[in-house]
C-alpha cells in the first residue's frame, strides 16, 4: 500500500512533534484521544488523512487548534500560503447561511418521517401483495435508512462546525 503523496507533509510531522513534546509514545496518544495506535503511526507517516473528527481529537489532546494542526508548520512556525488554506472563518462567519441549513435539515427530517410513517400505514393495511411490491417495499425502507443516515450525519458537522475555531486575525496587520 502506496502513501498518499496529496496531504501536507507537515500534518504527519505536526503530530509526531507535539506527541514526542509531551514525551508520549504512540500508544499513549492512541490511548488519550482514543484512536489505535496504527492509526496514530498512518498518519505521522502521512499514509492515512485523519478524518474531522479524529482532527479534532488530536488538536484538543496536542493543545492545539485544528487550524494549527493542519495549517502550521509547527516545528518551524511556518504557515502554508493563505491561497492554500482552508477558510474555517468563512463558513464560520456565515452564521445565518448555518441556521438556514439547520432549519432545512429539521424540515426535511419532518417530511422523510411523515411520508415513511404513512408507508408503514399503507403496507400494514395490504394484504397479499406481490413479490415486485415488496421488492419496491424493501427499496423504499432502504432509502429511508440512508436518508436518516445522511440527516444524522448533516446534524453531527453542524454540531461539529460550532466548535471549530477560526483563525483570529492579526490587529494592524494591514494588507
Not at 445565518?96 to 417530511?111: D, F, G, P, Y
Not at 413479490?131 to 461539529?160: A, G, P, T, V, Y
Request: glycine share 6%; charged share 25%; with cysteine.
Amino acid at each position: 500500500m502506496s502513501c498518499r503523496s496529496d496531504l501536507p507533509e507537515f500534518l504527519g510531522a505536526n503530530i509526531r512533534h507535539l506527541r514526542r513534546g509531551k514525551g508520549w509514545s504512540q500508544e499513549e496518544l492512541a490511548r488519550q484521544t482514543g484512536l489505535t495506535r496504527g492509526r496514530i503511526a498512518s498518519y505521522e507517516s502521512g499514509c492515512a488523512e485523519p478524518p474531522l473528527r479524529s482532527l479534532f481529537s488530536l488538536a484538543e489532546v496536542l493543545e492545539v487548534s485544528v487550524w494549527d494542526l493542519v495549517c502550521t508548520d509547527l516545528q518551524r512556525g511556518e504557515l502554508i500560503a493563505p491561497e492554500k488554506r482552508f477558510s474555517f472563518s468563512a463558513i464560520l462567519n456565515n452564521q445565518a447561511r448555518i441556521q438556514a441549513l439547520q432549519q432545512e435539515a429539521l424540515e426535511l427530517e419532518k417530511v422523510i418521517e411523515s411520508l415513511f410513517k404513512c408507508h408503514c400505514y399503507k403496507v400494514n393495511n395490504l394484504r397479499n401483495v406481490p413479490d415486485d411490491l415488496m421488492s419496491l417495499r424493501h427499496d423504499f425502507e432502504q432509502l429511508h435508512s440512508m436518508s436518516c443516515r445522511l440527516l444524522d450525519i448533516h446534524k453531527e458537522i453542524m454540531s461539529l462546525m460550532s466548535f471549530v475555531q477560526a483563525p483570529v486575525e492579526q490587529e494592524g496587520g494591514g494588507a
